[in-house]
């Protein structure tokens, strides 16, 4: 019986490495863009404005509540109850609704890129 999961194990590990490898091909003729534009605000409505604009308050509310964490490499980005600070200090709990997934993740790495860059310079004595 053990011969069977072996087998099986060992084709498990065949098909995740064919798929990474297949992966990889696929990826190496892939090219990242980022594309700059600008937004017409005369013709969004008043719901998309609105939402526009929390998406970038809730960018500002994110990154500061994971510089405001103990270990900002251990923050999991999936959480989206964050507690932020109203203009007269007072923590209130609030909820990520318009801020993805995906931006989220790109928020939590550059706060490490930026972490790990002050980090050298600091050594190199700057």
Same mark, same amino acid.
């Given at each position: 019986?053990?011969?069977?999961?072996?087998?099986?194990?060992?084709?498990?590990?065949?098909?995740?490495?064919?798929?990474?490898?297949?992966?990889?091909?696929?990826? !190496? /003729?892939?090219?990242? $863009? %980022?594309?700059?534009?600008?937004? @017409? &605000?005369?013709?969004?409505?008043?719901?998309?404005?609105?939402?526009?604009?929390?998406?970038?308050?809730e960018a500002k509310w994110f990154y500061n509540f994971i510089l405001s964490q103990k270990d900002?490499? !251990? /923050?999991?980005?999936? $959480? %989206?109850?964050?507690?932020?600070? @109203? &203009?007269?200090?007072?923590?209130?709990k609030r909820e990520i609704t318009h801020l993805g997934s995906s931006l989220r993740v790109s928020?939590?790495?550059?706060?490490?890129?930026?972490?790990?860059?002050?980090? !050298?310079?600091?050594?190199?004595?700057?």
């Amino acid at each position: 019986m053990s011969v069977i999961f072996i087998l099986m194990d060992e084709k498990r590990k065949n098909q995740i490495r064919d798929g990474l490898q297949k992966t990889r091909e696929k990826r !190496k /003729y892939q090219v990242c $863009k %980022v594309f700059e534009l600008k937004i @017409d &605000k005369s013709r969004l409505n008043r719901e998309q404005r609105e939402s526009l604009k929390m998406l970038f308050v809730e960018a500002k509310w994110f990154y500061n509540f994971i510089l405001s964490q103990k270990d900002p490499f !251990k /923050y999991d980005y999936k $959480k %989206v109850d964050i507690v932020s600070l @109203d &203009k007269d200090w007072h923590k209130i709990k609030r909820e990520i609704t318009h801020l993805g997934s995906s931006l989220r993740v790109s928020l939590t790495q550059q706060i490490q890129d930026a972490i790990v860059a002050l980090n !050298k310079s600091k050594k190199k004595g700057k």
